[in-house]
């Protein structure tokens, strides 16, 4: 049994120690919101936060996230209510939707490190999420919208 803080909550998995973390989040703890990209770390689709750091879940074995806050897409907030998820919504961001999690997680370590983030930190922080549908320039107009509500502008 591996023991796991996955959204504030203890958890105890039954898996080897080398299964991804990916498998262990959806098939086992149905926390479907993070996504299967590539499974090479590569696309971003499975990006989660191990305390605090965005990580590809797709190649972090499980064992590696025992003792650490594993936050997923669900744990960001669950009623929707973080800046990101409003920002998201308000831009119209996704197209298709199916890395817009993986892209959420990242811009949420971007906006904790850095609140005020100027074009070129966006695109540092966000440049291993693919997005297939290319909406770039809606996820870099979001994260300045996130970064406004954080600070209280309208």
């Known amino acids: 049994m591996i023991s796991l803080t996955v959204n504030k909550r203890s958890v105890k998995v039954d898996v080897e120690p080398s ?4 498998w262990v989040l959806r098939e086992h703890l149905g926390l479907t919101g993070t996504k299967y990209g590539c499974g090479v770390a590569q696309c971003g689709a499975c990006t989660v936060h191990l305390d605090g750091r965005p990580v590809r879940s797709c190649s ?6 025992a003792g650490s806050e594993i936050t997923t897409i669900e ?3 669950p009623d929707r209510s973080h800046p990101l998820q409003r920002a998201w919504i308000e831009i119209e961001v996704p197209q298709c939707g199916y890395c817009q999690s993986g892209q959420i997680m990242s811009a949420a370590a971007l906006l904790e490190k850095t609140p005020n ?29 996130a970064a406004e509500m954080v600070k209280g502008v309208a």
């Open 75 to 77: 744990g960001l907030s």
């Open 60 to 65: 972090t074995p499980v064992s590696k996230a």
């Open 117 to 145: 983030p100027a074009d070129e930190d966006i695109n540092r922080a966000m440049s291993g999420n693919i997005c297939r549908c290319g909406t770039y320039p809606r996820i870099r107009r979001a994260i300045h919208r």
């Open 19 to 22: 299964t991804p973390l990916l």
